[in-house]
């Protein structure tokens, strides 16, 4: 492809020295994939707030815009998607609002990429007050979101208890904003039993004549006895990688999402209980994700995981 077709992604997380989370965990395959990513951290820690001990500094919502201030002035700030996660300040995620209103003006093409964090279980890990914030600002300005089911049902206030529960949840979501929505994991019971979670998906076509078509897939995704650290921003960075690869087909999109994510989890839970010895725990230092080691798998994932159709 030539110079028109290259494509930039401006992700706004967090960064860390050690290991893999925020941007660092969306960077390098992105740029595997051929992505230019130009990264703004919106904290710089030591490490992810897992281990016993972590410092760092944190990006104010002014310094965010004094970085965004300085791309525009040199009138670099032609951007494809914009890629967000993890934010516990209201300010620093109003201000994101702002940067992407303005970047989608300039680009109307613009896709922005949001994992709408807000907790996970029935119970909320960042401050109360981002939720309205989420509600009302972000997702209406999101292309494609991926809320687990707790954020699905909170940001729509209807609560998954059975497929067609999570199809209406989608669709409300669509008529939040976002054409495309995948609810990375839930509660719903798999087909293939109690080893598996199901994950389910939802894309808004519109056709040439106008009229609209939305395709729905559902993926059965084996479950992983360990607590990872990254995985969120992983898949995200690459449902925005696959959906630009195949803008119409969800399913292929989901398919080799899902399919990175178990290549990279597999490797990084070998590796752990390799370090961590017979029997033992592996520690979070251990549990870091595999992210150089799975380069190859990134690039070209062989598919492990097919997704279904649903009506």
């Not at 525009?72 to 516990?88: A, E, F």
């Not at 109003?94 to 989608?104: A, G, R």
């Not at 990429?113 to 600002?137: F, T």
């Not at 195949?246 to 370090?275: G, W």
Request: some cysteine.
């Amino acid at each position: 492809p030539g110079a028109a077709m290259e494509c930039r992604v401006l992700s706004i997380q967090s960064h860390v020295v050690r290991g893999y989370v925020g941007n660092k965990s969306a960077s390098f395959p992105l740029q595997v994939l051929g992505f230019e990513v130009d990264s703004i951290n919106s904290v710089q820690f030591s490490n992810h707030t897992g281990y016993s001990h972590w410092k760092g500094q944190v990006l104010t919502a002014d310094e965010l815009h004094v970085l965004y201030e300085g791309i525009r002035l040199n009138n670099v700030h032609q951007y494809d998607y914009v890629l967000t996660g993890y934010t516990r300040d209201t300010s620093f995620l109003e201000m994101v609002v702002d940067i992407v209103q303005e970047l989608k003006r300039d680009n109307p093409n613009l896709v922005y990429v949001c994992d709408p964090v807000l907790g996970d279980h029935g119970s909320m890990y960042v401050p109360q007050n981002l939720y309205p914030v989420y509600k009302n600002k972000v997702v209406p300005v999101a292309d494609i979101i991926t809320p687990n089911q707790f954020e699905a049902e909170l940001l729509t206030g209807k609560t998954i208890s059975t497929e067609k529960d999570a199809v209406e949840v989608m669709d409300l979501l669509h008529a939040m904003g976002p054409d495309t929505v995948v609810i990375t994991s839930s509660d719903l019971p798999s087909r293939l039993g109690d080893r598996f979670l199901v994950s389910l998906g939802s894309q808004r076509h519109v056709r040439p004549d106008g009229s609209r078509t939305t395709e729905r897939v559902r993926l059965e995704v084996p479950k992983v006895d360990a607590v990872f650290v990254g995985t969120g921003d992983l898949f995200a960075a690459m449902l925005l990688a696959w959906t630009h690869h195949y803008p119409n087909d969800l399913k292929m999109a989901c398919e080799k999402t899902f399919s990175v994510m178990h290549h990279v989890i597999q490797r990084t839970i070998s590796y752990a209980h390799e370090l961590a010895g017979p029997g033992r725990r592996p520690s979070p230092p251990q549990l870091e994700l595999r992210m150089v080691q799975s380069k190859a798998d990134i690039e070209d994932p062989a598919i492990v995981t097919e997704a279904t159709l649903i009506s």
